[in-house]
Nanobody
Framework: QVQLVESGGGLVQAGGSLRLSCTAS????????MGWFRQAPGVEREFVGA????????DYADSVKGRFTISRDNAKNTVYLQMNSLKPEDTAVYYC?????????????????WGQGTQVTVSS
């Protein structure tokens, strides 16, 4: 069992930056691939990015590529989402998710555990 807690959301102006954190409780954090997803009102949840267990490989949605960076610190049981050059369309609730697999996934249904989400609002 893994519990995930996101933090770092807030209100930022367009062009600004935020760093989200997701801290996991429980053991064997390094055995989980981690993903970030987001959901805006009236919109389906969408994939943002993912990182493999060791952090050696990352994958991003085209909409955030070049602006967002995922990293992880397995010693701290934490995964990060650095968001730069934020746009109003990035406004959403951001969720981290854990998948006990060697392979990361862009599909939400492949993840086993989810955090409660943190709100990110980007003003124009």
């Amino acid at each position: 069992q893994v519990q995930l807690v996101e933090s770092g959301g807030g209100l930022v102006q367009a062009g600004g930056s935020l760093r989200l954190s997701c801290t996991a409780s429980g053991r064997a954090f390094s055995s989980y691939c981690m993903g970030w997803f987001r959901q805006a009102p009236g919109v389906e949840r969408e994939f943002v990015g993912a990182i493999t267990r060791s952090g050696g490989t990352t994958d991003y949605a085209d909409s955030v590529k070049g602006r967002f960076t995922i990293s992880r610190d397995n010693a701290k049981n934490t995964v990060y989402l650095q968001m730069n050059s934020l746009k109003p369309e990035d406004t959403a609730v951001y969720y981290c998710a854990a998948r006990q697999s060697f392979f990361a996934s862009t599909m939400g249904r492949d993840y086993d555990y989810w955090g409660q989400g943190t709100q990110v609002t980007v003003s124009s």
